[in-house]
C-alpha cells in the first residue's frame, strides 16, 4: 500500500539497511512484528515530525516503522528512543492507540545511534490539510475535532500505576519543573537573530499555578501525530511520537497541544505557521476545545488560570522550533521546511506578549470566571420590568437556635439533604461530596465531582444524584465514581444545574436557575429579572425534557411522597409553585405559596410530613421599588462599586410549610446566631440542619420550639 507521507530518504538522513535488516532478522520475533523478517526491506523516510526521525521499513508482507534521533546535540527526552519504546510497550497493555512495539536497539554500532521499530498502523494522518482522499463535511469535520479532543481526555484517564508507569511521576514540583526546563532549553538553543523572551518567561516564572493531581500526559499530542481509520476518518485509531510522554499536569499537555492550534481568526502570519488542520470550518476554537476538555474531564479552569497556560504553550512550542531552528542555521539538517522556524519563534514571540497583555487587563470577574462558560459574571445586565407583591410579612413563629455545627472538611456547603441512614450529604466547593454522621460529626468523603456540587439528591442503592455547576447532572456511585447524565438540554449547554428529585421509576426532574449568570454573581439575575430557569426531567431511557421555561431563578426541588406534585421554589418571584404530574390538573403550576418575605432556596420534604424552605435573605425594598421601573434604574445600581451597592441583611432563616395547602407552620429566624445566607434545609425525626453557600459547617439546629 502506497504512503503519500513518505519520500526518498534524505542523504543527512540515510542509515546503513542491511544493518538494520540483519539486526531484526537476529533479535526481533516475526510473529510480533507480523512480517518475515528473512529480508532487506524497501526504506521510505516520514515527512512529518521535527525531532526523532521516523522511517518506513516496507517488506513484501507488511510495514514496520523506525525511529532515531537525529544528528547534533540532544536534550532532555526528546529523543530518547529507549525510554519512548518502553513507555509504548507499557501503555499497550492499557490504551488501544499505542502502535504495538517489535524491537528496540540500544547498540549504536548499528546505525550510529539506538533505534526502535513498531508496527506500522495503517491510516491517513491529518497534517496542514486532511489527507489526499479525505474529504469530510462541516459535521464530520466537527466530530473529528471531538473525536480527537476525546482521544486526550481518554489518555489522560489512564491508571499510570496499572500501566507500570508511576515511576514517571517525580512528585510535586512538575510546573516548576517544566517552566525551569524549557527555559533553560531555550537559552541554550537561542541564536542571535531571535528574541530572548526575557519578559515571556519571568512572566511564566512569577504566575505559575498550583500543580494539579498528575496523568499521564503525551507533550506532543496533535493532529499529525494521529493516525485516522481509513473506514471512517473522523475516527482516530493510533496515536504516535510517545518520546516526551511522562507523568504530570494534564493541562500543560493540553495547552502544548493547543500551542499548535492554529483557528481561521488567526491573522495571516500566523496561519502560515499552521501544521494540522485547525482552520477547517466545523474545527472547535481553541477556547472551545478547552471548555469541551474541561466538560469531559472535570477539570475546571479559570479564564486567569488558562491565560497562563496558553502562555506556556505557546513558550513551549516556540523552544521546539528554536531548536530546529539553530540546527538548520548549524547546517545540521537541510530540510526546507524547517526554513520559517525562525519566523515562528518571533511570531511566537509577540503572541506571548498579547496574551500575557491580555491577561492583565481581566477584570476580577472576568479572570475567575470558567473557560468557555455562556455564564455571565459582571456585566451588564438586561433588565426586564416586574411588579413584585406587596410584601406582607407576619415575622418569626420562634427563634433560629443552633444546637451543633459539623465541619465539612471544606466550604460553600450549598444543598443538604439526609439519606436512609440518617447521614447528612452535602456538596463542597473543592468539588466533593460528604457524608456526616449529625451526632458524631464523622465525615466520610463520597467523591469528586470536579466541579461545583450544588444540589444533592441521595438515593436508595447508595448513589447520590448531583447537580453540579460546572459539568450539569451527575450520578456518583457509592465507590466515588461519577456518571454524567445531562449535559444538553434543546441543544444548548446545561448552565447552574440548581436541584434534583427521582422518582423510584428512574425519572429524575432538575432545575436549572438561570442560563446568564454563575453561582459567584447570581445576583445580576435578580438585578435583571431575566426568568430563564428551567424545569427539566430526564426518562429512564435518556430523553431530556424541558417540562417548564421562563422561571425566576428555578431553585430548591421537592416531590411529594405520592408522586402526584413537584414542588419547586422560584427565587427571584418569592414564591414557592405546585407542579401537578399525575391527576385530573397533570401538567399544570400554580403557587402553592406566594409572596414570601424573602428569597427561597432549596427546599426537602421532612419526615414530619412538612415542606422546609431555605430562606436566603430578606426581600430587599430597593430592589422591589425598583422591578417594575424602567431598567436604566437598575442598570446604573448595579453599575456602582458593590461596597457601596444595597447589602443583603444578614440572617439565618428557614420555614416550614403545609404541602397540601401551603400553610405556614414553623418561620424560624436569627440575625446573631454566627450563621447567615442559609442554602439549604432538612429535617428527619426532628433533628433539622441547615447549610449556606458562604458557610464552612453544616449546622444542627435546636428543635423548633424549644
Keep these: 500500500m502506497s504512503s503519500p507521507d513518505a519520500r526518498p530518504v534524505r542523504a543527512e538522513d540515510a542509515f546503513d539497511v542491511a544493518a538494520v535488516a540483519a539486526w531484526l532478522a537476529g533479535h526481533a520475533d516475526p510473529a510480533r512484528a507480523g512480517v518475515d523478517l528473512t529480508g532487506v526491506p524497501e526504506v521510505r523516510q516520514f515527512s512529518g515530525g521535527v525531532s526523532n526521525l521516523t522511517y ?22 526528546a529523543h530518547d528512543v529507549a525510554r519512548e519504546y518502553r513507555v509504548q510497550e507499557a501503555l499497550g497493555r492499557v490504551l488501544p492507540h499505542v502502535p504495538r512495539t517489535v524491537a528496540l536497539c540500544e547498540d549504536t554500532t548499528v546505525v550510529g545511534t539506538p533505534f526502535s521499530v513498531v508496527r506500522r498502523v495503517e491510516g491517513p494522518i491529518p497534517r496542514r490539510d486532511l489527507p489526499p482522499g479525505v474529504d469530510l463535511t462541516r459535521e464530520q469535520v466537527a466530530d473529528l475535532c471531538r473525536n480527537v479532543v476525546d482521544l486526550l481526555v481518554d489518555l489522560h484517564a489512564v491508571d499510570v500505576r496499572a500501566a507500570g508507569l508511576a515511576d514517571l511521576d517525580r512528585g510535586p514540583g512538575y510546573v516548576r519543573r517544566q517552566v525551569e526546563g524549557w527555559t533553560q532549553r531555550y537559552r541554550r538553543a537561542r541564536t542571535r537573530d531571535v528574541p530572548s523572551f526575557a519578559r515571556v518567561t519571568a512572566w511564566l516564572a512569577e504566575h505559575q499555578p498550583a500543580d494539579r493531581p498528575h496523568t499521564l500526559v503525551h507533550n506532543d499530542f496533535r493532529f499529525d501525530n494521529v493516525v485516522l481509520d481509513p473506514a471512517d476518518p473522523t475516527r482516530p485509531v493510533a496515536l504516535l511520537d510517545w518520546e516526551m510522554a511522562t507523568v504530570g499536569d494534564p493541562l500543560m499537555d493540553l495547552a502544548g497541544a493547543l500551542g499548535y492550534w492554529i483557528q481561521a481568526d488567526d491573522g495571516p502570519l500566523m496561519r502560515r505557521l499552521s501544521r494540522q488542520p485547525t482552520t477547517l470550518p466545523g474545527m472547535m476554537t481553541r477556547e472551545q476545545v478547552v471548555a469541551h476538555y474541561s466538560a469531559r474531564t472535570g477539570q475546571r479552569v479559570t479564564n486567569a488560570e488558562w491565560a497562563w497556560y496558553e502562555v506556556f504553550g ?26 520559517s522556524f525562525g519566523l515562528a519563534v518571533r511570531l511566537l514571540e509577540r503572541r506571548c506578549r498579547q496574551v500575557v497583555r491580555r491577561a492583565g487587563r481581566l477584570t476580577p470577574d472576568r479572570a475567575a470566571a470558567q473557560v468557555g462558560s455562556p455564564l455571565l459574571t459582571r456585566r451588564r445586565i438586561r433588565p426586564r420590568r416586574w411588579t413584585p407583591p406587596a410584601l406582607d410579612d407576619p415575622g418569626p413563629t420562634a427563634p433560629l437556635r443552633i444546637a451543633r455545627r459539623l465541619p465539612t472538611g471544606d466550604s460553600g456547603p450549598e444543598d443538604v439533604l439526609v439519606d436512609d441512614a440518617g447521614l447528612v450529604v452535602t456538596g463542597l466547593r473543592d468539588g466533593s461530596v460528604v457524608r456526616l454522621d449529625p451526632v458524631t460529626g464523622a465525615r466520610t468523603v463520597v467523591g469528586r465531582t470536579g466541579g461545583r456540587p450544588l444540589g444533592v439528591e441521595p438515593c436508595a442503592d447508595g448513589s447520590v444524584l448531583v447537580c453540579d455547576h460546572d459539568r450539569g447532572l451527575l450520578r456518583m456511585g457509592p465507590d466515588g465514581a461519577v456518571e454524567v447524565l445531562v449535559t444538553e438540554v434543546d441543544g444548548e449547554p446545561v448552565t447552574f444545574a440548581s436541584n434534583v428529585v ?3 421509576d428512574g425519572t429524575v426532574w432538575f432545575t436549572t436557575s438561570t442560563s446568564r449568570w454563575d453561582v459567584e454573581h447570581h445576583l445580576g439575575d435578580f438585578f435583571e429579572h431575566s426568568a ?35 414542588l419547586l421554589a422560584e427565587t427571584s418571584r418569592y414564591r414557592v409553585l405546585r407542579h401537578r404530574l399525575t391527576g385530573p390538573g397533570a401538567g399544570t403550576t400554580e403557587p402553592l405559596v406566594d409572596n414570601l418575605p424573602g428569597f427561597p432556596d432549596n427546599a426537602s420534604l421532612g419526615s414530619d410530613g412538612l415542606l422546609w424552605v431555605a430562606i436566603a435573605a430578606p426581600r430587599n425594598a430597593l430592589l422591589d421599588r425598583l422591578l417594575p421601573l424602567p431598567g436604566v434604574l437598575r442598570l446604573l445600581l448595579w453599575n456602582v462599586p458593590e461596597r457601596v451597592r444595597p447589602e443583603a441583611t444578614p440572617i439565618a432563616w428557614v420555614m416550614a410549610f403545609d404541602p397540601a395547602d401551603g400553610r405556614r407552620v414553623h418561620d424560624l429566624r436569627a440575625t446573631d446566631a454566627g450563621y447567615g445566607f442559609v442554602t439549604a434545609v432538612a429535617e428527619r425525626d426532628g433533628t433539622v440542619v441547615v447549610s449556606g453557600l458562604h458557610e464552612d459547617d453544616v449546622a444542627v439546629l435546636e428543635p423548633p420550639g424549644r
Excluded at 505557546?314 to 526546507?336: D, E, H
Excluded at 426531567?537 to 413537584?566: E, I, K, M, Q, Y
Design 56 to 77: 518506513l521499513l516496507r517488506y513484501p508482507d507488511g510495514d514496520l516503522v523506525l525511529r532515531r534521533p537525529p544528528r547534533g546535540e540532544h536534550t532532555g527526552t
Design 532 to 566: 430563564t430557569g428551567r424545569l427539566v426531567r430526564r426518562d429512564p431511557d435518556g430523553t431530556v425534557t424541558t417540562v417548564l421555561s421562563g422561571l425566576g431563578f428555578a431553585n430548591g426541588l421537592v416531590r411529594t411522597p405520592d408522586g402526584s406534585s413537584l
Design 314 to 339: 505557546l513558550f513551549r512550542v516556540a523552544v521546539i522550533a528554536q531548536q530546529v531552528w539553530a540546527r538548520y542555521r548549524a547546517g545540521q539538517t537541510t530540510n526546507p521546511a524547517f526554513r
Design 502 to 504: 427521582a422518582a423510584p
